[in-house]
DNA sequence: GAAACCATATAAAACGTTTTACTCAATGCC
DNA sequence: GGCATTGAGTAAAACGTTTTATATGGTTTC
């Protein structure tokens, strides 16, 4: 059975109050002190983080939340993305000292199951970072406003205030790899991007365009396939293209590394070389880019950067919440770089 | 301000007890419980979980904790294996309605931060799932096993009672990969193996080496190359065996496959074929594998199983604990199981 | 008609903290 | 020496639940 602060106080010989004073570093004789220390030792007392939530009505914890779709089929794709985005946020929660409640969770089961407003009023946490795939509706975020719970959504959607988004600037990485074919001397250009709905597919595709737009280059609409995120919808992305005898592409982007693989696969299998006759251009820099042969052009996300510093910003909503202390905030939003590696060639 | 229990009593015109009891499901007259109800409703009223704690002396929560090395750098490649048991133990304590309470924490920081004692004592877990990653010492179990605190190792070490281990059986995975390249009549085998104190590293080179003695195939030590279970790593051990012209190998055994990726790269380089000259096979079967080209034949993990497995345990072990029900146990170890693709051919 | 039982409802205790308000003695100041 | 100030300590209230023990009125049983 763990010892509470009453058996402590009762072994140092001294009252509950100065029990707790002593432990918490407030105003105390050291001689007391150290008696009290002494006795918490030997009892191997540590505070009860429930009795002290309920007190302080705080949680000192931290949730992050992945929204999945329950249609859409269990992606592995997602992995490297949001590994390290939760590590991001895992790293800045542990060093001030806050817990962390990691789920994954499917849009369907978010309504059904209530799992917002539990999270909220069930005052489990003290606030909470969003991470959404698909551009569902976002009718929770009436119930984080009403009760001005501080949160953070990862992701840069118009009607999002400032101070509750943490994003990537898709556009920027969107518009970045087309600069960057382009300067390469590529002209014919296929993009194999996300599925149409998806939350990034959007606004990079809207960078790429744009990027072509400013050098008059020619753009087709069906020189942009869409796909699923996958290196088997990469890899069915070209067999398809191939398959179109109008395109003569000298080069690919695709709108994230998976597809990339799955790209540079297909092009093998049909003798076509990687980057002597078509170049590539992937998305994320995850583990996949370095991984494959030839190594990935890409546009890297700091995707750790990104979860740190939405955490972060949970945290300082929080402090401005308690009246701690108060922040001023701004919109973040991470810029895209582009790493170049072997799978990309100068016209 | 979220309500309380006793705001929700007050709208209904009934006492404490009561609104607890109708929320609860226990006994009630229906139309009081219908009034409460309506009350709950009207104010929104979420049980705090903080104050169900306290009275209760359970936090609903599970941990799980993967045990990092401070000195190691900060592998990536940790993250496909983490992840997908992340996942497994998550979907099995969604199931049950727990809570999950995910964080990767050094060695180092363990002790100095008192970690697992502050879990422990802090009552903020039920039970917690360990995932270590090198063979440090086991301090902490002390700890749990006086407290009798429901927790499970995914580790198989010898000295850990079954009931709190799961763990995959790394000596049949080395065993199925040598028995596969020798069915392919592969002799001259290189093992690229992890680092020599990894915990998964030397029982899969048990599990390999004793293939070849029981076909007597002659092995000399220094065909094993102890690497780091990096893609860069693989790569460096591959450039190693190259320079070294008294080996001639037709086969490669890679103790993962981000250095099975490696290596191919390596190989490639050097402008010999996979599989058409060296046969390479992996382990994990992570994303990686499916990516890269050749596709690669390796030994899967199903670390989503061992997620599930370890979180199903942690909560039968709970229910012992408090007399809800009692379970039997036996060690639970998952069989590897071989993944044929494209790297491997006969020879 | 008393005794026993039931369904329903409630008051009060309990969980383990922190914090507020208060006491008491010692010190500093004029 | 009187008065304010400080330091060290404590009792009691508070947080939001669940649960135990008890009360009330109504129904059944003999």
């Known amino acids: ?21 002593c432990l918490n570093g407030k105003r105390a004789n050291e001689q007391t002190r150290e008696k009290v220390l002494a006795a918490a030792k030997k009892l191997k007392y ?16 931290i949730g992050m939340y992945v929204l999945n779709s329950r249609n859409s089929r269990d992606m592995t794709e997602e992995i490297t993305y949001y590994y390290g985005m939760m590590k991001g946020a895992l790293a800045c929660i542990q060093e001030h000292d806050y817990v962390f409640n990691f789920e994954v969770i499917n849009w ?11 999270k909220v009023y069930g005052r489990s946490i003290d606030g909470m970072i969003l991470v959404p795939q698909f551009m569902y509706h976002y009718g929770f975020l009436n119930l984080l406003e009403e009760e001005k719970f501080p949160y953070v959504i990862i992701d840069p959607k ?3 205030k400032p101070e509750n988004s943490v994003s990537v600037e898709n556009f920027k990485g969107g518009y ?19 599925p149409e709905n998806h939350i990034d597919s959007s606004t990079r595709e809207q960078g790429f365009l744009t990027r072509l737009l400013e050098s008059s280059i020619q753009y087709d609409r069906k020189q942009i396939i869409y796909s699923d995120f996958t290196h088997e919808g990469g890899y069915a992305s070209v067999k398809k293209m191939l398959a179109d005898h109008s395109l ?5 982007f695709c709108a994230n590394d998976y597809m990339a ?16 006759d078509i170049s590539v251009i992937g998305y994320d820099d995850t583990d996949i880019a370095r991984c494959i042969y030839p190594k990935l052009t890409t546009i890297r996300i700091a995707v750790k950067d990104l979860g740190f510093l939405a955490a972060e910003r949970v945290l300082n909503l929080i402090d401005n919440k308690m009246g701690v202390s108060h ?5 973040i939003l991470l810029a895209p770089t582009l790493v170049i590696r072997d799978s990309t060639r100068k016209l």
């Open 248 to 252: 003569h592409p000298t080069a690919l």
């Open 327 to 331: 922040h001023e905030y701004s919109e």
């Open 46 to 61: 540590h505070t009860s983080t429930i009795g002290r939530n309920l007190i302080t009505n705080k949680s000192n914890t």
């Open 176 to 194: 970045l790899a087309s600069d960057y074919l382009i300067s390469l001397g590529h002209k014919q250009i296929i993009f194999i991007n996300g």
């Open 1 to 21: 059975m763990a010892s509470t602060l009453k058996d402590v106080a009762i072994l140092a010989g001294v009252s509950l109050t100065t029990a707790s004073h």
């Open 261 to 276: 693989s799955g790209a540079i696969a297909a092009l093998m299998e049909a003798g076509i070389r990687v980057p002597g």
């Open 158 to 160: 118009f009607g999002i």
């Open 108 to 118: 369907e089961e978010l309504e059904e199951k209530n799992f917002i407003a539990k």
